[in-house]
């Protein structure tokens, strides 16, 4: 729905607003406390200075036109170029400047004389840093809530999945697990100071007077008082009750931000750890990192996959939603991206603990999520229906299983877990003879190419010569009534009749 207004009324109407505004100059300086506290400054300018221009673009984003934004973007850049080169007193005032001019031209407040334009980046800077408390006391008194009713129930989806996602990232990834269990509230106490709270106020002051900005009472010129203010559930939240508030527009959005953020750490981890092949942190291993993340992290996407069908539909406000778009685009690779890491760290764990059917079963199920999350990219861009979505995916998935009963796993895995065993045992590890086995009869060509090595010990050996011959033994009687005859079983005893070589 949208509605004309006076801006600087809808700035007011709302502590909807206001609240969003006190968050954003409040993470911004959490960001500048992580870039600058106690730390040589240098790029970390130049990239909190982007990061203030992101969530003057998020907030404001239905007040500006792509081409006022394009300029607005232009000058910042040039304003940040001179702080990428080198910090300065020159260039931090080009870098202010540059942030000046975007807040200004980005929100369409260029004027037509230049007299102003200056009267106005005077403002934005000298006098808009110091209106925080003030408008906070402004809006207070108007009656304005700075925690809307009804906020809490736009925050509980994402707070209650974040919390999942951030419990099973836990589990499949212990440097996730030592961070949290590091996390003490005793030790952030002793890092807070007077001086660091005051240095938390100036950050939130200067960021709150660029994205809360008002123009002066007494300009008036080449200003349009009418904007056109899209209430979208993010910064306006719908006058809904509180079940239907769950998974209104604005909770999902702020799902899928919260979402892309955790898994983005996840998967730089990954990337760090499982595929550069940076060292891990003293006493852990790489077959802990691989086999603590392979199933954790399939349940973490299988969940992805519920709450996108779920939430995201063509029937539903956000399929037309741009920001939704781009960041369900976003969450959906990384979860793609983490079903591979997942496939990766079993296959590093099977490279060390062998194959059995259960890891055959996850990479196959590895596989299907993978697919069922790129399906769901086609069906937002195709704009189909979740009923093909769910039907493709179950089609697929009957095929694959269909496909898997004609599939020796039994031979495959021997097979394999022979191969893998001769350069174990050649590197002094033991062979493991009692999975090779359990794998009944279809076992026997990867035994008799194991035995064909003779590089086993004599109790070994002999141990799988003795469950060859059982083998051999129920396998015949097996075929010789026509019950328990299986063409599986036939093929294999005609293998075996022929003294094909084992391997």
């Given at each position: ?36 506290w ?35 973007s ?44 200056a ?23 108007q ?8 906020i ?14 951030l ?37 939130s ?11 002066p ?27 239907t508030?769950?998974f ?16 983005a ?28 993340g ?11 996959i ?5 939430t ?6 956000l ?22 890491s ?28 993978a ?40 031979d ?59 083998f ?8 010789g009534?026509?019950?328990s ?7 294999l ?11």
């Amino acid at each position: 729905m949208t509605e004309t207004v006076k801006l600087d009324d809808a700035l007011d109407r709302g502590g909807a607003y206001i609240s969003h505004v006190l968050l954003a100059s409040c993470l911004m300086a959490i960001l500048g406390d992580y870039f600058f506290w106690n730390e040589s400054v240098g790029l970390s300018i130049s990239l909190w200075l982007l990061a203030l221009a992101v969530c003057i673009i998020i907030l404001w984003r239905g007040h500006f036109y792509t081409r006022a934004l394009f300029g607005a973007s232009v000058a910042l850049m040039v304003g940040v170029a001179p702080l990428i080169e080198t910090v300065s007193a020159l260039s931090l005032f080009f870098g202010a400047l540059g942030i000046t001019i975007f807040s200004i031209v980005a929100r369409g407040r260029l004027g037509a004389s230049w007299p102003t334009n200056a009267s106005r980046a005077v403002h934005l800077l000298l006098i808009s840093p110091f209106r925080l408390i003030p408008d906070i006391s402004s809006a207070h008194k108007q009656g304005q809530r700075l925690i809307p009713a009804g906020i809490f129930g736009l925050w509980i989806v994402p707070i209650v999945f974040s919390s999942a996602f951030l419990f099973l990232f836990s589990a499949a990834n212990p440097i996730i697990e030592k961070w949290m269990m590091e996390l003490r509230f005793s030790l952030l106490m002793e890092q807070l100071s007077y001086s660091r709270i005051i240095f938390w106020f100036a950050l939130s002051s200067f960021a709150w007077g660029f994205i809360y900005f008002k123009r002066p009472s007494s300009d008036t010129d080449g200003y349009d008082e009418t904007q056109n203010v899209s209430d979208d559930g993010l910064i306006n939240p719908p006058a809904a009750g509180l079940g239907t508030r769950f998974f209104a527009p604005g909770a999902v959005l702020r799902s899928l931000i919260l979402f892309n953020i955790l898994f983005a750490l996840q998967t730089g981890l990954d990337v760090q750890f499982l595929w550069g092949g940076l060292a891990l942190p003293d006493g852990m291993s790489y077959a802990t990192y691989a086999h603590r993340g392979a199933y954790p992290l399939i349940i973490t996407a299988a969940l992805a996959i519920v709450f996108v069908v779920s939430t995201f539909g063509p029937n539903k406000e956000l399929e037309s939603s741009s920001l939704a778009r781009v960041l369900v685009f976003s969450w959906i690779a990384q979860n793609v991206l983490l079903v591979l890491s997942s496939a990766q760290r079993l296959g590093l764990y099977v490279d060390i603990y062998s194959l059995s059917y259960w890891r055959v079963a996850a990479f196959i199920w590895m596989g299907l999520v993978a697919f069922g999350l790129i399906t769901i990219i086609f069906r937002i861009g195709l704009r189909r229906s979740n009923g093909w979505l769910i039907g493709t995916n179950m089609a697929v998935g009957a095929v694959v299983l269909y496909a898997c009963c004609f599939f020796n796993f039994a031979d495959f895995i021997a097979r394999y877990n022979v191969e893998r065993d001769k350069t174990a045992y050649a590197h002094g590890r033991l062979i493991d003879k009692n999975y090779l086995a359990s794998l009944g009869p279809h076992a026997i060509p990867a035994i008799n190419c194991l035995l064909e090595g003779n590089m086993l010990s004599p109790s070994t050996q002999q141990y799988l010569e003795s469950k060859k011959y059982q083998f051999r033994f129920s396998l015949d009687r097996g075929l010789g009534d026509w019950r328990s005859w299986s063409f599986r079983d036939y093929r294999l005893s005609r293998y075996l009749a022929m003294n094909l070589k084992p391997c």
